[in-house]
């Protein structure tokens, strides 16, 4: 028997198993030539999504693998095309939600152990919460305050003086 050029994690599965699984190889292991392509690589992966009533564990994992890849703050700053990735990744995740919920468990099981990235994206969407600097900007507001009733007490003196 013939040997593929490229080592895949054993699975049982269908054909969008096995997009999903070589995708993923593609872009995490593959050579940096390839970059050009991810586009088109996550747009086919987000067309075939509402399609496909079944995932196998392997093929689930990987693709909320390359989720959580492409959703770190350095990268999603750092390369302008990463927010778009994930928008089609957002989109498969969000057509396996919608349209073959009943069929995907491993799907729905790894989307819910990303929390944690999901959390953060929200975070950095959201930018800094006025909360977060409250005391530092509580303090800038009194000291101004107190020059500006310094300065019109000031003035107040020199008019009454005049």
């Known amino acids: 028997s013939k040997k593929l050029p490229v080592e895949l994690p054993p699975f049982t599965g269908n054909h969008a198993d096995l997009l999903y699984i070589v995708v993923h190889k593609l872009i995490t292991d593959g050579p940096g ?3 050009t392509l ?17 995932f196998c564990m392997p093929a689930a994992l990987r693709a909320t693998n390359l989720f959580e890849a492409f959703a770190t703050r350095k990268r999603l700053l750092n390369n302008p095309h990463y927010p778009r990735y994930m928008v089609f990744l957002l989109e498969v995740f969000n057509n396996v939600i919608q349209y073959q919920y009943e069929g995907n468990p491993h799907f729905i099981y790894q989307i819910l152990r990303r929390k944690k990235v999901f959390a953060e994206l929200k975070e950095m969407a959201e930018g800094p919460h006025p909360e977060d600097h409250a005391p530092a900007d509580a303090d800038k507001h009194k000291r101004a305050a107190s020059e500006e009733g310094a300065g019109a007490e000031g ?3 020199e008019g009454a003086v005049s």
């Open 33 to 35: 030539k390839l970059d």
């Open 38 to 54: 991810y586009d088109i690589f996550l747009t086919t992966m987000s067309n075939v999504s509402p399609y496909i009533k079944t």
């Open 155 to 157: 003035g107040k003196k």
